[in-house]
């Protein structure tokens, strides 16, 4: 079974910064390339960034420069570095694999308040 957590999130106010954590309960995370994904009040939910088994990264052009993902395979973790956060990073963010599989593996997320 897999199961993803996500954690991190708050209330920032415009400018600052936030970490947010992602754990992977499975036994097979290294095969995997991950996701964040994120989804704003009256949107669909948008990929925001991926990183593949061995590190390659990709992001959307509305976070470039501002967002980092990493992953750490030892510890079954996702990491997405924040900063310069904008009004328009409102959201709830999501972790996935970058799979099929992922369907059935959509997690609660954690809430990202950028106001002032």
């Known amino acids: 079974q897999v199961q993803l957590v996500e954690s991190g999130g708050g209330l920032v106010q415009p400018g600052g910064s936030l970490r947010l954590s992602c754990v992977f309960s499975g036994s097979i995370f290294s095969t995997y390339a991950m996701g964040w994904y994120r989804q704003a009040p009256g949107k669909q939910r948008e990929l925001v960034a991926t990183i593949t088994k061995g590190g390659r990264t990709t992001y959307t052009d509305a976070v470039k420069g501002r967002f980092t993902i990493s992953r750490d395979n030892t510890r079954k973790t996702v990491v997405l570095q924040m900063i310069s956060l904008k009004p328009e990073d409102t959201a709830v963010y999501y972790c996935?694999?970058?799979?099929?599989?992922?369907?059935?593996?959509w997690g609660q997320g954690t809430q990202v308040t950028v106001s002032s």
């Open positions: 996935n694999v970058e799979a099929i599989t992922g369907r059935d593996y």
